[in-house]
């Protein structure tokens, strides 16, 4: 088994390598959504943000030596940091992990999602995705809506779910409100 990522779809965000803390290389991680349960599930970690020669993203492989502070602003210890000098060169970095736990969850790449139609349980259309962005609490869908409205849905299972075989987001029923029917439709 190798330790190389498949892609990067299939790594989680923890969070972006903050403010250095002492002289041992620790930093502080601004955590992504569910990001430090992700620290804690995850059996394989990689830093993003650097760039190779052919103008890609660079995933370098590490381990997580230790966590410590708080869930809401914890501190890591990475084997590729002990100095504080080689911590300040990975602060803006991204923390991914894999493995574990994480393998089974489901997970969505962005530009997957763009311009998917959603629909409610019973089939109605509502719009397509727009955009995707993140909330402390989750992920947000920007639904386009055919009357122009942007309709906002969290990216949580208990509400949305994927239908691979028709290409479709579901929206569970009682989500939301079942669209008048359009004239002429």
Known sequence: MTDEPTSRSALWAC???GKVH???GELYLNLAPDGFRRLRSGERFFLAGASTKGGGEALLPCRVLGVRGTEGRPLVQL???STRDEALSLQGRELLASGGALDAEPHYRVGDLLGLRVETAAGAHLGEVADVFETPA???LEVQTPQGSPLLLPLVDEVITLDAAANVLRVVEGFVDEPA???GR
């Open 15 to 17: 969070g972006v390598l």
């Open 22 to 24: 002492g002289l041992r």
């Open 79 to 81: 084997d590729c940091a």
């Open 138 to 140: 989750n992920e947000v």
């Open 181 to 183: 029917p359009q004239e």
